[in-house]
């Protein structure tokens, strides 16, 4: 078939564009067209704002409604992720063995979850009213890891370990919500892999090959075509045909059967599939939020396979206790954010993983897969207490869902008490905890709980902490709270924070205006202290002991600023030249500062002044009017520049009349 051949290019061209997306996101700005998830229809069925990700969701599911799972085989990101890490594990000698995974009961979880968010947000704010259409309202990584490390890691847990266990497209075969759907198409699609000619001399090269575990020979030869919902038409069974009997085709032909597709035992009992689901949703429960759902799901699975394999074994392989070490050291550091360094603890990361799964192996884990685990029936202490733990986890989840929904709902309304009440008990357990406690921040100073909202703010900095944020939660609470709420904000950032220099800044000038100078004078003292060579910390020292009228001690920190920093302390020097009556001092300093920086209302100004006390009142005019050019509106220098002309009108009269 000669659509198997640029299969590979196809992939590769999908997965560049998938990250290109990303790129394009994050490190040139680009936000036209936001993330591209089926979760998107959900999203956009409880706010009825349309995106990119909404449109691209409804014309797949067209597509699949005659193609079937073709979109999984071809165009699926992390089916091409598995198909990566099943090539690379080939060429590292590893050759996973493939299991039949029949199990779908974590995936029917996963869409439970979907339609009961839809369902609750109905239930508190009703159906949509109206429909808009915004491509870009999801951010790219809302789908995507922000650390390529987390990226990495979910690698290794969603794609190679479970390859190694279950076999290619394990994920999809028991994980994959999506993949569900696309067998649900499957049955209805007239799509199919189908027989063109007689097979006369078959080696079952179809099967072996087949990375979803489809026994493709059989069915050919009882059907005349694939009809195993599993199928993804990738075309490898295509290609590996030496007789070129396959072809995929919309129609049917003299090869085509009635019948059921060939069943194959699975490899794991329903009693497994039971603690795993349950595993699953104490994994999502617990990380979910932190790590994303595709990695949870996975670690769900694998965990509660791992389980029930010590707890029937009573032993543990160097193989689990490699897999468990990477994972929780990989969680630990999930969010590095630098990305070099994030990608190589990645590339570590999955380094170590094939030289553990090549050296060590895992013979008596295959041995307990392809013996046991068929007709295992789990010990009913180990289903009780993973069952009775997920439904505990679950229900907790569900009620706070439920509430959060409530909160919301009251918000929208206006009733912030309502709101501030709800989520002061479940801000944290939120999908976005900063984004909760900081909206909960805002909530409160509404209804005038400064200090809660002051606690609110920090809770949100110390899950998610920015500079600027934090700069914006001192504003609000100074304009919207009071005074000792900002104080203490201010105080709490500068301890917390001390590598941030504006937050030392802040604390000092909050206690300035306060009128506690001796506290200013600590906080500005130990700044200089731990850092000497800065020279902002002597600027805020001098203008502290200005306003205490210590002229002397001033001066000496704008000399030690502008020995630093000449450009940053001239203006500062001209104003102690000024004060000292130090005229054409303080003017060669004013010059400096305007030569030296961008144009400056209050250096102008303070410059127009010095020009007036020393008779100069067409240089003083000069320069306001170049304040002027800054601000047109600027009443001060306006008024300046009517003075000074009146003077001079003045002095220009009375000129002309002593010459009369």
Same mark, same amino acid.
Request: net charge negative; aromatic share 14%; glycine share 8%.
């Given at each position: 078939m000669i659509w198997a051949r640029y299969r590979r290019p196809l992939l590769f061209l999908v997965y560049f564009l998938f990250f290109f997306h990303t790129a394009l996101w994050h490190y040139w700005g680009y936000e036209g067209v936001g993330h591209l998830g089926?979760?998107?229809?959900?999203?956009?069925?409880?706010?009825?704002?349309?995106?990119?990700?909404?449109?691209?969701?409804?014309?797949?599911?067209?597509?699949?409604?005659?193609?079937?799972?073709? #979109?999984?085989?071809?165009?699926c990101h992390w089916g091409i992720t598995q198909d990566i890490a099943a090539w690379i594990m080939k060429k590292a000698g590893i050759r996973p063995q493939m299991q039949?995974?029949?199990?779908?009961?974590?995936?029917?979880?996963?869409?439970?979850?979907?339609?009961?968010?839809?369902?609750?947000?109905?239930? @508190?704010?009703?159906?949509?009213?109206?429909?808009? #259409?915004?491509?870009?309202?999801?951010?790219v990584w809302t789908g995507v890891p922000r650390s390529i490390l987390l990226i990495c890691l979910t690698t290794i847990v969603s794609g190679f370990a479970l390859i190694f266990l279950f076999g290619e497209r394990a994920f999809c075969r028991c994980i994959c919500t999506f993949r569900l759907w696309f067998s649900w198409f499957e049955r209805i699609a007239p799509h199919k892999v189908r027989q063109i000619k007689e097979c006369t001399s078959c080696q079952l090269e179809c099967t072996n090959v087949c990375p979803m575990g489809v026994d493709v020979a059989a069915e050919i030869r009882d059907l005349g075509h694939v009809k195993n919902t599993e199928c993804v038409k990738c075309h490898i069974c295509i290609g590996a045909c030496p007789n070129q009997v396959l072809e995929t085709s919309l129609r049917k032909n003299n090869f085509h059967k009635d019948g059921e597709p060939q069943s194959r035992p699975a490899a794991l009992s329903r009693s497994i599939s039971l603690v795993q689901a349950a595993m699953a949703v104490i994994v999502v429960v617990l990380f979910g939020f932190e790590v994303g759902g595709n990695i949870s799901?996975?670690?769900?699975?694998?965990?509660?396979?791992?389980?029930?394999?010590?707890?029937?074994?009573?032993?543990?392989?160097a193989f689990e206790i490699i897999l468990a070490v990477l994972t929780v050291v990989g969680l630990y550091f999930k969010d590095d954010m630098n990305d070099p360094v994030s990608l190589g603890k990645g590339l570590v990361a999955i380094t170590v993983f094939?030289?553990?799964?090549?050296?060590?192996?895992?013979?008596?884990? #295959?041995?307990?897969?392809?013996?046991?685990?068929?007709?295992?029936?789990?010990?009913?202490?180990?289903?009780?207490?993973?069952?009775?733990?997920?439904?505990?986890?679950?229900?907790?989840?569900?009620?706070?869902?439920?509430?959060?929904?409530?909160?919301?709902?009251?918000?929208?309304?206006?009733?912030?008490?309502? @709101?501030?009440?709800?989520?002061?008990?479940?801000?944290?357990?939120?999908?976005?905890?900063?984004?909760?406690?900081?909206?909960?921040?805002?909530a409160q100073l509404k209804i005038n709980q400064p200090q809660k909202a002051?606690?609110?703010?920090?809770?949100?900095?110390?899950?998610?902490?920015?500079?600027?944020?934090?700069?914006?939660?001192?504003?609000?609470?100074?304009?919207?709270?009071?005074?000792?709420?900002?104080?203490?904000?201010?105080?709490?950032?500068?301890?917390?924070?001390?590598?941030?220099?504006?937050?030392?800044?802040?604390?000092?000038?909050?206690?300035?205006?306060?009128?506690?100078?001796?506290?200013?004078?600590?906080?500005?003292?130990?700044f200089?202290?731990?850092?000497?060579?800065?020279?902002?910390?002597?600027?805020?020292?001098?203008?502290?002991?200005?306003?205490?009228? *210590?002229?002397?001690?001033?001066?000496?920190?704008?000399? *030690?600023?502008?020995?630093?920093?000449p450009a940053s302390s001239a203006f500062f020097m001209a104003d102690i030249s000024h004060r000292r009556g130090q005229f054409d001092r303080a003017e060669k300093f004013y010059e400096e500062a305007i030569r030296s920086n961008p144009p400056n209302i209050v250096v102008l100004m303070d410059q127009g002044g010095n020009f007036v006390v020393q008779g100069k009142l067409r240089e003083a005019i000069n320069a306001w009017k170049a304040a002027?050019?800054?601000?047109?509106?600027?009443?001060?220098?306006?008024?300046?520049i009517a003075e000074a002309e009146a003077d001079l009108a003045a002095k220009k009269a009375a000129i002309l009349g002593g010459q009369k």
């Open positions: 089926f979760g998107e229809f959900f999203g956009s069925m409880r706010t009825g704002i349309i995106t990119a990700g909404t449109v691209f969701s409804i014309v797949v599911f067209l597509h699949a409604l005659f193609f079937g799972g073709l #979109f999984c085989g071809w165009f039949h995974l029949d199990s779908k009961l974590i995936p029917w979880f996963w869409f439970i979850i979907l339609i009961a968010q839809v369902a609750v947000f109905w239930l @508190y704010n009703g159906l949509p009213t109206s429909f808009s #259409f915004n491509p870009s309202a999801t951010p799901l996975s670690l769900g699975f694998l965990s509660g396979f791992l389980l029930i394999h010590i707890w029937h074994t009573r032993s543990v392989t094939l030289v553990a799964a090549r050296q060590l192996g895992f013979a008596k884990g #295959f041995e307990f897969i392809n013996k046991h685990t068929p007709a295992l029936q789990v010990s009913k202490p180990l289903v009780v207490i993973t069952l009775l733990t997920a439904v505990v986890l679950g229900g907790r989840e569900a009620h706070t869902s439920m509430l959060i929904h409530q909160a919301n709902a009251a918000r929208r309304g206006n009733d912030n008490l309502t @709101y501030a009440s709800i989520m002061e008990a479940c801000a944290g357990s939120h999908s976005d905890p900063a984004g909760a406690w900081y909206d909960l921040g805002k002051c606690e609110s703010f920090k809770k949100s900095l110390k899950i998610v902490f920015s500079p600027m944020v934090a700069g914006t939660m001192f504003e609000l609470l100074e304009e919207f709270g009071n005074r000792d709420a900002a104080e203490g904000f201010a105080a709490w950032l500068a301890r917390e924070y001390p590598q941030i220099d504006e937050f030392t800044f802040l604390a000092g000038n909050t206690l300035m205006e306060k009128g506690d100078i001796a506290g200013a004078e600590k906080i500005f003292n130990d200089i202290t731990r850092k000497p060579s800065h020279h902002d910390g002597y600027l805020a020292m001098g203008e502290l002991q200005l306003k205490q009228n *210590r002229i002397d001690e001033a001066e000496e920190m704008f000399n *030690r600023a502008y020995t630093i920093s002027l050019a800054i601000d047109p509106d600027f009443e001060p220098a306006k008024r300046s």
